[in-house]
């Protein structure tokens, strides 16, 4: 199954930017991002391999495609590319509902839905949300996210941001918040195929509101995965990220998906490497809580 | 050498001489219209007396449809009203939902290859109180081929469980807005929306671009005109990427293709920029019968669907407001762009907020770049107001309503999408004139059948499906319609110095008809029967055909 992350959001909110930031930082990754247009992506010439009138090829492994007036066909021709991509990337249009296409996205055989990602300007989010025309398609994106990137923050007070957020947290219930600036938001918390054991240290690049911390645990018994699954997603935890590989009982093995209160758990590969990564706020995190649902999660 | 046409009557649309005996032609131009002894004074002619008893008309130009309705007709037909193919066979309505399952099961015998797909179109379950076509029910018909029938809007399809096999939706678990499940739990196999149609149309026979037309299709495109006695025609929604715009170069330039084609860029999946740089490009490759260069923007998505972009009150069901397909500062970046560059937009608009935006839009961008005789159009344009329209006029703005829509869904939108009062004035005609605004009609084809003089009707008669009058204040005279379905949607193409009436220096397009339609009565302009078309001086007999 190919993992697939919409990133949503009105003009201006960054999304170009963070795309651009992911395929800068893909280390490895085989990503594919899917735009509505190539115009409006400025990819640096020097990365682009070849480029045709729908695909571009860029070093690395990565590709990027334009979806024009067929999203669904277009993902359909991307899950054929041989060889497959490790992630796609959709950069949703400006005034798309990210919710509707997830909803798309999950009848298309051969993709599972990684998350929905809604990037917003925080200088003008609130106000474009109160626009005549556009202020219920911005309510409408922010519902059904799992990650809301509050981007731009250094271009606001910090008592302003206080106010997003706190705006945010009516307006996209589901959601974890994130700030950044300069859409830098680390590759490991848009995408799941960045959070693993055998990458390593996480580095965690985030506006300075946000210290971000990453931590593994070792899982070696067997656990309930739901029961773990839905807990590591709970608002109580407001972890970002997890995701991990256990067993339900002996010789099985799961994998385990979190982005905010969004989780899934699927089969997996029984050498995937047993374990649990997840990313939280270092102001927040409870060690000591995960620790203690993973106990309870034992069999 | 110069023809001298004579015909029972001539009608021309040019209010200097409305009525005419004899139009001589030359070189696919008109020379003069008037009487035989006006035009023998141009010397050496040839009389020809073949229209003798005739009515002509200006060749009738269509300004909103789509040249797929040709590739349309290789699928089963499954409409309720009767309706005319490329080749001149008349496929009766069918009235009930066994009536379209009898249709397909024809079909299904008909085919050597049991497993090879069958797609049908025009399926509208509305005029069959609204009972809906199952999985269950397309599997009568077979079982082992995918079956898939496209609903008349466009917005909806009916699959059989074959066809939610192969695309992987038979089973359980599915929860998708569009994809409503049966008691079992499992897919009904009505699929609503394009980004679900997709993935399963493909499994049925239904083209990648639902939006394209094919050599074949546009070639049975052009027999449809000349049943329609149209003699230009748009293609309102084309990417025209390289090898189709060559291809539609290449069939329109062919001795016997009978119509001028205007296709529009399709806006998506373009920065403005882009979408101007390649417009202006196409623009170089114009030929006299395809004309390229224009642009089509759609701003909302449609009233029946409950996509269009309401303003209060809103629905009449309730439902939520629907979606923007553009955003506005994208609207306003491409007016700016074309009109800088004399490029010249057509957009869709069906609700009254997205008519609102396009307004407020095109005056910031005039504002910006005025620009003289801009003719920017909104097409349908269906629940304008009065305030709309009088603003439009002053921004130098036409309108092209969508008066088939009346017809054929005036019902539903009296009870369900808008309620009495707006539908009344969906596609006001008459206060569009009232107003001074330029106008068109059109059909939307294949939404609804091509002919324009079926759309003169709806426009003058205002009648729904059910019979009922709806909006008698909007009805407009039939000199008013005939002036919409010539020189009003020439206007908006800014095609009115070439075509549109019959006059000295205009191409020769004639309609070329059996009846005469300033005679046979309002309540009668549907039933005008169309002996053929003359295009730039070539006569074609919609009799005479060949299939």
Known sequence: MLPITIIGGYLGAGKTTVVNHLLRNADGVRLAILVNEFGSLPIDADLIEAQDEDIISIAGGCVCCSYGNDLTLALMDLAKLDP????????????????????????????????????????????????????DTIERQLIDADLVVLNKTDLISDDELQGVSKWMRDKAPRAETICSRHGAVAPAILLQSFLSQDRGDLMLPAHDAD????????????VDVEKLAEGLASRDLGLLRAKGFVDPIVGVRCAIQVVGRRWSVEDASPDAPLGLVTIGRQSTFDETAILSLISESAL | MITIYSAKKIITMNPARPVVSHVAVRGGRIVG??????????????????????????????????????????????????RMDPDGKMWGGAKTKDAVLDRLKQADAAMADVDAPLPGWQLDPIYFDNER??????????????????????????????????????????????????????????????????????????DRDMLACDERGLRDFGKLCVRAGVTTVTDLAARLKDEAADMMIKVTAEPNYPARVVPLRFFQGLTPQELID?????????????????????????????????????YFNGAPNGLWYVPPEQLLETYELALKRGLHVHTHTNGDEATQLAIEMMEKALIKHPTPDHRYTLQHCQL?????????????????????????????????????????????????????????????????????????????????????????YEKISVDDALYAITLGAA??????????????????????LEDDPTEIGGDKLKDVRVWGTVQAGRIFEAAALSA
């Open chain 2, 278 to 314: 390649h417009a202006a490009s196409l623009k170089k490759k114009s030929t006299d019968r395809l004309r390229l260069g224009m642009i089509k923007i759609v701003a909302d998505g449609s009233i029946q669907g409950f996509s269009a972009r309401m303003r209060f009150p809103g």
């Open chain 2, 384 to 472: 304008a107001d009065a305030a709309q329209f009088r603003r439009m006029a002053k921004l130098g703005m036409c309108v092209n309503l969508f008066a088939n829509h009346h017809f054929y869904w005036g019902d539903e939108h009296y009870n369900l999408t808008v309620g009495p009062e707006r539908a009344e004035r969906m596609n006001a005609c008459r206060t569009a004139l009232a107003n001074g605004l330029p106008m068109a009609i059109h059909s939307d084809a294949p939404i609804t059948p091509l002919g324009p003089m079926f759309t003169a009707w709806c426009a003058v008669n205002r009648i729904t499906a059910s019979g009922r009058v709806q909006g008698e």
């Open chain 1, 84 to 135: 497959a991509p490790d992630h796609v990337v959709l950069e949703a249009s400006g005034v798309a509902l990210p919710g509707a296409i997830a909803a798309s996205v999950s009848l298309l055989q051969g993709y599972t839905l990684d998350g929905i990602i809604v990037l917003t300007d925080v200088e003008t989010v609130m106000e474009q949300a109160s626009d005549v025309y556009i202020g």
């Open chain 1, 211 to 222: 210290v971000l911390k990453s931590q593994a645990f070792t899982i070696e018994e067997a």
């Open chain 2, 33 to 82: 219209a008037g009487s035989l002894e006006e035009l023998k004074r141009w010397g050496d002619h040839n009389l020809d007396d073949r229209f003798a008893d005739k009515v002509l008309m200006p060749g009738l130009v269509e300004g909103h449809a789509h040249t797929m309705e040709g590739t349309l007709w290789r699928h089963v037909y499954c409409g309720f009203f009767d």
């Open chain 2, 133 to 206: 076509v199952s999985r269950a029910d397309l599997d009568k018909v077979s079982t082992t081929r995918p079956i898939g029938v496209l609903h008349a809007s466009g917005h909806i399809m009916n699959v059989n469980s074959k066809a939610l096999e192969l695309a992987g939706l038979l089973k359980h678990g599915i929860n998708h807005p569009g994809v409503p499940l049966g008691s079992d739990g499992f897919p009904t196999g009505e699929l609503k929306g394009p980004d679900i149609m997709t993935p399963v149309g493909i499994h049925v026979g239904f």
């Open chain 2, 491 to 512: 206007y908006t193409l800014k095609l009115d110095g070439e075509v549109g009436s019959i006059e000295a220096g205009k191409h020769a397009d004639f309609a070329v």
